[in-house]
Structure formats: structure tokens, C-alpha cells
């Protein structure tokens, strides 16, 4: 369980603002943070981590006090069992994939949980590679598995795939969900892209102007009103078309058909007859299947 209650000042574009938060997040969940640039989002993984030190708030994980203003207690980063993904790897060039992930040992005679690592993430024909060679998802992979070289209680991940392109990241949310079965580590994610929301997250925190605004799962959270100016529609599949590596759905709102192009994880479980939950972001539509 991690108890986390915080305020302080945000400057944003629009001005300075005051993050006031009040959660608690059980073991094992996997947490996406979502609004607007400036919400407090990144500002809420740095208080986590012990990067930053809110002006008054308390941190609590599984009994273990992290942060208690009122006490003068602020427990170093290095002693808060995180892992922290950030969206540009941040990996060390010298350093092979081995290197990199035996580096965040804690205790170096661990070797066989990187061997486990490197089998899991599909790196390990790639370990004696340094990151200057590899992609972009690639380097993700690296990034990933180093986090949870440390044994973390907590693994944050901050927009880590929003500069892949939309193979990669379909690819890497696999992975992350593989990661996160094999090992149940509570899981915090900040995240603009709806349909990696849908995919990932069995719970959403909606933040806007540093406060949550909404908490619950993506289909609740999603479908009862607009949130940081995303919109959507329920209505009835009517036709697939494949075409290529994509389809073509029909979907019927009201008396209008919404033509709507889907990947095949999109479609997954999506029938003719399906109802289903038409998301809008940035004139990019995507399908959610309704329960």
C-alpha cells in the first residue's frame, strides 16, 4: 500500500498552480497518471522517488515512512527501493546492457537476477552491446530492465514510450504487461496516448490543475464526461474491413456510420454487433470495447 499526501506550488505555462493530493494505492496495481501538461503528473513520480521534496505532505510505503513533513523525516533516493523510467533512457553510454543493469544491484553478487532480466526482456543476444547501438525500443528494454534490477517496491514510468513509433510501442506495452505479471510490482505510469491507458492501466488518475479530478477504471473514468479535453461515443460495430496490416470498422452512433481505422490489438475481441466506445484524441479516434 503506498499512502501519499502532498501540496506544493507548480509553475506552469498558464501560471503557478498548488498540486493537492490525497491517494492510496494498493499493492500490485497498475496506476496510469493522465491530464494535461502542468497537472502535476511527473511533479507526483519525483515526490515518489525522493527527487523532489513537496513543501508539506507525507509518503508512506507498505509501513515505511518515506516522507512526513511534520516529523523531518525525507528518506534519500537511494534508500526508497524505486525504479524510475524515464522517457530518454537515460543509460549510461560506457556501459554494456549487462553493465548497465548490473550497475543498479544492489547487492552485486546478484548476477543471476540480471541473467533472469536479459532472458526475459529478449536482451540477453544483445548484452555485451553498448546503448549508442541500439533502437530506441531497444534501449527502452534496457531501461526497463534496469529499474527492476533493483528489486523495487515501486516502478514509475514516466511517457517512457511516447518517442517510439507505434510498432515499437505496441510492442513494448507487452512487454511492460509481461513484466508486470512476472513480477506484481506496484506500478505508477504517466501517459497521454488513451489507447495505451486502456491496454495497461486497471486504474486511471485523472489530474487537472494539481488535483485528481477523477479515479477510477479507464472505462469509468473515460466514459461519463470529458476529461483534459478528450471526447467519446458508444455505438454498434457494423462491418470489418481488413486492409493490409489494418482494418476498417464501421461503427454506427446514433444514425451516422464512423469509419474508424484499428490495429488488430485494437480489434481484439471486437465483433460485428460489438458495442464499443469511439475515444477522440487529437482527431486520432480508437476503438475500446464496452463490457
Known sequence: MIELAARQRLHTA??????????????GEFVTLFGPSGAGKTTLLRILAGLMKPESGRV???GEVWFDSARGINLPTQQRRVGFVFQDYALFPNMTVRGNLEFALE????????DELLELTGLAELQQRRPDSL?????????????LARQPR??????????LDAATRL????????????????????????????????????LESGRIVRDGRPADVFTDRKVGGKFQFSGEVVEIEPNDVV??????????????????????????GSKVMLLSKAFNPMLVKMR
Do not use: C, M, W, Y
Open 14 to 27: 498558464e501560471g503557478e498552480t498548488l498540486l493537492d493530493v490525497d491517494l492510496r494505492i494498493g499493492k
Open 60 to 62: 508512506v510505503v507498505e
Open 107 to 114: 547487492n552485486k553478487l546478484e548476477r543471476r537476477r540480471v
Open 135 to 147: 533502437s530506441g525500443g531497444q534501449k527502452q528494454r534496457v531501461a526497463l530492465a534496469r529499474a
Open 154 to 163: 515501486i516502478l514509475l514510468l514516466d511517457e517512457p514510450l511516447s518517442a
Open 171 to 206: 510492442r513494448l506495452q507487452d512487454e511492460i504487461l509481461k513484466l508486470h505479471r512476472a513480477f506484481g510490482i506496484t506500478t505508477l505510469i504517466v501517459s497521454h496516448d488513451l489507447s495505451e491507458v486502456f491496454k495497461l492501466a486497471s486504474r486511471v488518475l485523472a
Open 247 to 272: 482494418f476498417a470498422v464501421s461503427v454506427l452512433v446514433g444514425n451516422q456510420i464512423v469509419k474508424v481505422i484499428a490495429t488488430q490489438d485494437e480489434i481484439a475481441g471486437i465483433t460485428i
